[in-house]
């Protein structure tokens, strides 16, 4: 192991953020072992390592919602004590958490002063005032009397940010600030960082995202397993070198397939019309077969529909007209335990919400579709030893890491582990039909690669998957035929060998064949 002590050619004084020997232990798991982060004045610095490494933990302490067994702070070079957030943005450190923390019915205005009112009076236009003047400062673009509850979850981060630059901070965290987005709001998410350090701004990134490590960060800092690995010059070093630190192996990015072997069909949508939110149509006449051994990719940008057609399927949401047959059988109508028992599995968008009970330990969510069945119960008795075998077998394939094994409340877990346990539950049921949406959202690229490699392995079995993701790469990756979406309606389905990225990207414009060809 090659642990890496940079700043020699550097005075203590160029390092805005300099945290030594930092050590943090939780019960079970030691979070931060011996860690030592650089941070330079004015840079965009990376922190890099698989999900559970410690990253959040690291960053948690400097803002103050963790305090270090052992270690030291220091501050553009003066030592400090950070015993809680109003101590960090003393300092002129603010945070972007991975779960954001506003209030959805508050307005943008509303959200950025709560809890710095101070006296009787609430200057409220004074502050609208300084937002949209900051928002245009750094290109964020952001209405100060927009309601939360209205906005995307881009513009929820960008308000996010103008937090932390409404307090004048100067050291900008962001932790895991792509999980939740689209690529478009990526790509404006990276100018925005870039916009923020040409205004003096020193930025830590906490990602597992190599691609957007390039694209934006200076130095990166790798750590595994609460190890400090190495601290690497971005533009001089390739993906697969930090992608093989990071995991302590090298990486495959592109998963090895065969041809698919297809059967009958396991799905079939047939005319679907579902409602949105807004009470509009946002699912249209839409069909859409998926056989046995294949894999099926959904593509199309975010709010076109796909959430409202996954629901619909899985028995979340009413289908106004057309059916939903699952292997056979009219599930139009059925509950979601009946298409459950008819062998659907449902990797879901939402985690927190639709995939977990928070305060369960890890045990219970592992068997939350599937208690009252044998082996885990009988005659309304659960059998508890038999469920904490088979919990310990998918936690240790799926590489689900907290502190006390099993019975951890999954609340407890990173993003990451969460989502490596709600993928191992539904892949260990071996269900017919797997919908998958977003399944890799939150992993670091060891783990997309064996859940790759999973969901290879589920279709080979000659089971059928609807592969629903953002990232264009996993769909061409994975899916053997890709459907697109564009405001609700079918485009066309395509067989992957024989399309490419930019004829999808048309479609999911809104672009039909025909008018490009």
Known sequence: MLKVEIGVKMGADNYV??????RKEFPGIVANDDITLRVRDGEVHAILGENGAGKSTLMSILFGLYHADRGTVKIRGKEVSIKNPNDAARLGIGMVHQHFQLVGN??????????????FVLHRKEASARIKALSGKYGLNIDPDMKIED???????????LKMLYCDAG?????????????????????IIRNLVKEGKSVVIITHKLNEIKAVADRCTIIRRGKLIDVVDVASTDTALMAAKMVGRPVNFKVEKSAPKTGRPVLEVRNLCVMNAKKV??????SLTVHAGEIVGLAGVD????????????????AESGSVIIDGTDATDLTVRRRNELGLGHIPEDRIKRGLIASMRIAGNMVMKSYYKRPFSRNGILNFPEINSYSEDVVRKFDVRSGEGINSPAGKLSGGNQQKLIVGRE?????KLLIAVQPTRGLDVGAIEYIHKQIVAHRDKGNAVLLVSLELDEIF???????????????????????DEHSVGLMMAGVRKDKWL
């Open 17 to 22: 953020i300099e945290m030594l020997n930092i």
């Open 106 to 119: 508050f307005t943008v205005t509303e959200n950025i002063i709560l809890g710095k009112e101070g006296g």
């Open 151 to 161: 906005i995307s979850v881009g513009m929820q981060q960008r308000v996010e940010i």
């Open 171 to 191: 050291i900008l965290i962001f932790d895991e600030p792509t999980a939740v987005l689209t690529p478009q709001e990526i790509d404006d998410l990276m100018r």
């Open 281 to 286: 149509l946002g699912v249209k006449n839409f």
């Open 303 to 318: 709010g076109n529909g796909q959430t409202e057609l996954v629901e619909a399927v899985c028995g979340l949401l009413p």
């Open 427 to 431: 892949i260990s049921m071996n269900p």
């Open 477 to 499: 990756n994975l899916s053997d035929r890709i459907a697109v979406i564009s405001g609700g309606e079918l485009m066309d389905i395509v067989d992957t060998a024989s399309t």
